[in-house]
């Protein structure tokens, strides 16, 4: 067992409070060339999960996230976790091609290693979580894909996403095995992001106050599988399932 003098290199990324329950969670956003029609509402539905979130009594102190934006590389200089309370709006920019592999490498390295730490000195962790936006692939992603997938069902984090048009069915496949993505309206993008982002507001929330273990409970309000004007459909990923 490791004794306190033993994590002072942990100062800079240790959220206050060694002892409260933390919920680290990673947005994988996909800011490539061809994102561009869609850069917009993916700016707005960023911003207003922020902002709902941050006013959240639970959640605001609970949730701890990383924003991390890609293409053909990882974007932005400084990708440290931060209290939700404390992220600034995003105004992403789009440009470039897309490297879906090493963005999930990245940003699964990140988490693993901010669950571990919390493992190491006692602290609770619950709801680890990717949320990836994407409409492309680049890489061959079988090998993070599947320790993506491993760790999902050892309960060790989960992952949702959202496939925007052009997206590539078989590695969204190997990711995902049919689970837990939804795919963008062509002809209601705006509104799609704008589901999705409040899906994710209403799953951090209700993790946030749910009891280690409980199976939560998302609104029908904000649930896209239970919406009657929901824009977004479960995709038919059967053909390139093994």
Known sequence: MKNQNEFDNYDEVMPEG?????????????VSSSMTPSRDY????????????????VASQMVEAIIIPFNHDVQGAEHEWKQVREISEVCLNTSGGTDLSKALKFANDKLKERCNMY??????????TIFLISDGY?????EIAEEIRKRVHDNKMMVWVLAVEGYDKHTMALLTQGNRIWEASNDDKAYSFDQFFAFAS????????????????????????????SVLKVPDLNDWLN
């Open 18 to 30: 060694m002892n409260q329950v933390h919920m680290p969670i990673i947005f994988l956003l996909d």
């Open 42 to 57: 993916l700016n707005q539905a960023a911003n207003k999960f922020l902002r709902d979130v941050k006013s959240h009594s």
């Open 119 to 128: 493992e190491e000195i006692g602290a609770e962790v619950r709801g680890p």
């Open 138 to 142: 680049g890489g061959d992603i079988s």
């Open 202 to 229: 209403e799953f951090v929330k209700a993790k946030s106050v749910s009891a280690p273990g409980e199976k939560i409970s998302i609104s029908d309000e904000n649930n896209p599988m239970k919406r009657s004007d």
